[in-house]
């Protein structure tokens, strides 16, 4: 019989927000595989790393670091090719994901190129989104609010005729986009609403009304705007 993929959320980054499901499925494991850019440490792996028994056998899923999506595909190929031949085999592949393994985590495209063949399970994670709000104080939706969560590297037009509908506004994958955001923000009057938080959860988090915000940005950094008055006082 083949094995089991089971994706794996490990949240934001600190190992105390790993749930016990997933600490029990690493510490278990005979195969993992996780992702890493362009040969950098895998910061997936980081946050397992103390649960990770000796003589677990490792797949590294190495992404290059471009915009362009072919070559990601292609690494994404090389990965889902590796854990097919581990449950071919009749071993299970615990795969890592930073986050929530279906909330722009890695693991649908893993998930994608496997579940026709294989019996594949996701164990959810903490997201950055509730991460972030947790880290920052700010209540994301009450009774009939709408939470409208956006990619920051839409565009200006995008961007606008969504965030003017949301209650509560989510920017991620902030980045580089930072002072585009900033100012798309300011000209909507919403500057004064929102609150920047960069690593969640990690050592070196920053929780900053948006004003003092830095210039250049990480990419594990969020915007949040908060619109309404407080509906739960």
């Not at 590294?60 to 085999?89: C, F, K, N, S, W």
């Not at 947790?134 to 961007?159: H, I, K």
Request: hydrophobic share 50%; with cysteine.
């Amino acid at each position: 019989m083949s094995g089991t993929v089971y994706g794996v959320g490990l949240g934001p980054g600190d190992p105390d927000l790993i749930t016990r499901r997933a600490a029990r499925l690493i510490a278990g494991a005979a195969v993992l595989a996780y992702p890493t850019l362009a040969g950098a440490p895998s910061f997936a792996r980081s946050i397992a790393a103390d649960l990770i028994a000796p003589g677990t056998r490792e797949i590294v899923i190495d992404l290059p670091m471009t915009t362009a999506r072919a070559p990601a595909q292609a690494a994404y190929d090389r990965g889902a090719a590796a854990i097919a031949a581990e449950l071919d085999a009749g071993r299970d592949v615990i795969v890592l994901c930073e986050g929530d393994p279906f909330f722009y985590g890695s693991f649908m495209y893993l998930h994608a190129r496997l579940t026709a063949r294989y019996a594949v399970e996701v164990v959810p994670g903490v997201t950055s989104v509730t991460a972030c709000a947790a880290r920052a104080g700010l209540p994301l939706a009450a009774r009939n609010e709408a939470l409208t969560v956006l990619p920051g590297p839409l565009p200006d037009a995008a961007l606008r005729d969504r965030l003017r509908d949301a209650d509560t506004l989510i920017l991620m994958k902030v980045g580089r986009h930072l002072p585009r955001l900033r100012a798309l923000l300011v000209a909507e009057g919403l500057a004064d609403r929102a609150v920047y938080v960069e690593r969640a959860s990690l050592p070196a988090e920053r929780v900053l009304p948006l004003a003092e915000a830095p210039e250049v940005a990480p990419y594990f950094s969020m915007i949040l705007v908060t619109k309404g008055a407080d509906p739960w006082l």
